[in-house]
């Protein structure tokens, strides 16, 4: 049956230094050709960075751990709303839609991985620790993308009254 989630959300478990479940699931997006321990050796390391940069330099928002800082990351890079393509009348439009919570969720992951997939140069742990710190802050290329897709929806929102 169409539309139905699988049991996978049921069988997915705490991650093994946090015991956070959302950090099981990025840990999960950030994998790569089913290399987990590569995955999880990449967050984990991020973590440290992002640690022994709060232990320099405090954060502004006061955060203690490197949870803490990840958890606003994410709060802070999801979308509310997204534009939907729509076809009405032969013509198509972008319509303005409010984003479900997991959703919104799958959108912060993807926005966060992907920008910090597409500088290089760098260990890829502290390209995530840099985004994860700058998205806990409201700044970033995650946070520009989730400011675009806004920007998007609030000039398509004469064309809300198409949405079901």
Avoid at 51 to 56: D, M
């Amino acid at each position: 049956m169409a539309g139905r989630w699988t049991a996978s959300e049921g069988q997915l478990r705490p991650d093994s230094r946090f015991g956070n479940r959302t950090l099981s699931r990025f840990i999960n997006c950030v994998m790569r050709d089913g290399k987990k321990s590569v995955a999880e050796r990449v967050v984990y390391d991020a973590m440290d960075e992002i640690k022994a940069r709060i232990e320099k330099q405090p954060h502004p928002a006061g955060f203690q751990s490197p949870i803490e800082v990840f958890e606003k990351a994410i709060d802070n890079a999801k979308p509310f709303v997204e534009v939907r393509s729509k076809r009405v009348g032969g013509a198509n439009y972008q319509v303005p839609m409010q984003v479900g919570p997991r959703r919104r969720q799958s959108l912060a992951f993807r926005w966060i991985i992907g920008s910090c997939r597409a500088e290089k140069g760098r260990p890829m742990h502290l390209r995530l620790a840099d985004e994860l710190l700058a998205a806990s802050k409201g700044e970033g290329k995650a946070m520009a993308t989730r400011d675009q897709v806004h920007r998007m929806a609030d000039a398509n929102k004469a064309f809300a009254h198409f949405a079901y």
